[in-house]
């Protein structure tokens, strides 16, 4: 026998036993967003690699060590894109659609050479917002409430939503220098990764998972003290709003997001129900990466979802499952079988919401009840030579015990509608 081949480590399929759950996310999904007046935009799944240096950051984990990039044959570097946000600046700009607000969403697959584990793969799923040409926290305020939504909608609970500012890019660089200066003191409790990254993104240091830094980090001046009016005023109109809605949160001054082209508020909404990749939902504010990206100076906020992680917290949660199919149209002899098919056809145009799976491939009674059965279906539909030449159906009940009893064929549709709808 062939050797068999074998996906790529931390890339998955989504067999059939989960789709269901997943394209009801997507259906939440889409419905939130088309209420709230965002529309769709859909890039392309690869990009130069320029684009996402660029905007990400040359010295971040993503494109120090996760990008799947490769020359392609005309010798230009390519990357399959790590995340959406600079291939919609890329596009916004590109096609000229920044000459008025936008609400953009878009999904898609991402792609991070990280090391695999629960929650997080090499190839995985977003549904991200980004909303170009308001400045102000009252927009912040609504990706927020959007999001939370959702999860009302899909019914999940226990997510905290966790708020930071990070300030403006000048407001950062001085808060840098005295970060730094109080990293260096301390400069002997700094672990491996934190010594390296006071030389290029002192602020990651911030974000350390590492138990024996914590008391240093959490001795680190705060960023907090270092804004301008107008930064604090943004951050706490946003309170504000969240209290006036609300809307519980808890401000977080070490979230620091581990993308480059943040600024202002940035939040994440947690959990403590899926081990150690518990945020399921990350963004904020991004006012300098249009103009940086070649736009015109434009304000910008979005966030990014991770669809693996939601749909692991739907399982968790007992989430909808897919409705079972209503019927299973068994068919025996060679004029039933032709009458059937196009039964089946008659009954799809008259009820719209059917779910009706027609028998193919043959087979006795016996062997065709054996798969209704096995379909799910509520169920089975009869059409044997005997029920044709009588001009009727059969209907049996295949999940409790009720007899078979005959509807007429002509009438089908309306005699099965109300059964179905019970
Ligand atoms: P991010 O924090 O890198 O932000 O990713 C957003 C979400 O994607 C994470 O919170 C997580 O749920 C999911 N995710 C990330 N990496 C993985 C992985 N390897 N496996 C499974 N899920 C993962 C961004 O991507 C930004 N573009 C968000 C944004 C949009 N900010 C502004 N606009």
């Avoid at 009840?369 to 509520?378: E, I, L, M, N, T």
Wanted: proline residues 4%; glycine residues 10%.
């Amino acid at each position: 026998m062939a050797a068999k081949l074998q996906a790529i480590r931390g890339m998955h399929d989504l067999l059939p036993e989960i789709t269901p759950l997943w394209q009801h996310l997507e259906s939440r999904v889409r419905d939130v967003m088309h209420r709230y007046a965002y529309s769709e935009i859909r890039m392309p799944i690869v990009e130069v690699t320029e684009l996402f240096k660029r905007s990400i950051g040359e010295v971040t984990d993503i494109v120090e060590k996760e990008m799947y990039s490769f020359n392609d044959r005309n010798g230009d570097s390519l990357t399959l894109r790590p995340e959406g946000t600079a291939g919609c600046v890329r596009a916004v700009i590109e096609n000229g659609l920044l000459n008025q607000p936008r609400r953009l969403w878009y999904q898609g697959p991402m792609f991070r050479h990280e090391r695999p584990q629960k929650g997080r793969y090499r190839q995985f799923h977003q549904v991200g917002v980004e909303v170009f040409g308001l400045d102000g926290p009252d927009i912040d305020l609504e990706v927020i409430m959007l999001t939370a939504r959702l999860w009302k909608e899909l019914g999940l609970t226990g997510l905290e939503l966790q708020i930071n500012t990070l300030g403006t890019a000048e407001e950062r660089a001085q808060y840098r220098g005295e970060l730094v200066n109080y990293l260096r003191e301390h400069h002997e409790q700094l672990d491996e990764d934190s010594r390296r990254r006071l030389e290029t993104n002192p602020l990651r240091i911030l974000d350390t998972k590492n138990p024996d830094m914590a008391q240093l980090v959490a001795g680190a001046p705060s960023l907090m003290d270092h804004l301008t009016e107008q930064s604090r005023d943004h951050f706490q109109n946003l309170c504000a709003g969240l209290d006036a809605r609300g809307l519980a949160y808890r401000v977080n001054p070490r979230l620091v997001r581990g993308l480059d082209y943040y600024s202002r508020t940035v939040f994440e909404w947690v959990t403590d129900q899926l081990g150690a990749q518990g945020t399921v939902c990350a963004g904020g504010r991004y006012d300098g990466l249009v103009e940086q990206l070649g736009g015109r100076a434009t304000p910008a906020v979005g966030f990014a979802m991770g669809l693996e992680r939601l749909i692991s917290l739907m399982q968790d949660q007992g989430g909808t499952s897919d409705r079972p199919l209503d019927a299973y149209l068994v068919m025996l002899g060679d004029a039933a079988r032709n009458r059937g098919a196009l039964l089946a056809e008659e009954l799809r145009d008259a009820l719209p919401g059917l779910r009706l799976m027609s028998h193919c491939g043959g087979g006795s009674f016996k062997s065709q009840f054996k798969k209704a059965d096995r379909s799910g279906a509520r169920y089975a539909l009869v059409l044997g030579d005997g029920e044709l030449e009588r001009g009727v159906v059969g209907l049996k009940p295949l999940r409790d015990d009720g007899d078979q009893r005959d509807l007429v064929l002509d009438n089908l549709a309306s005699d099965l509608a109300p059964i179905l709808n019970n």
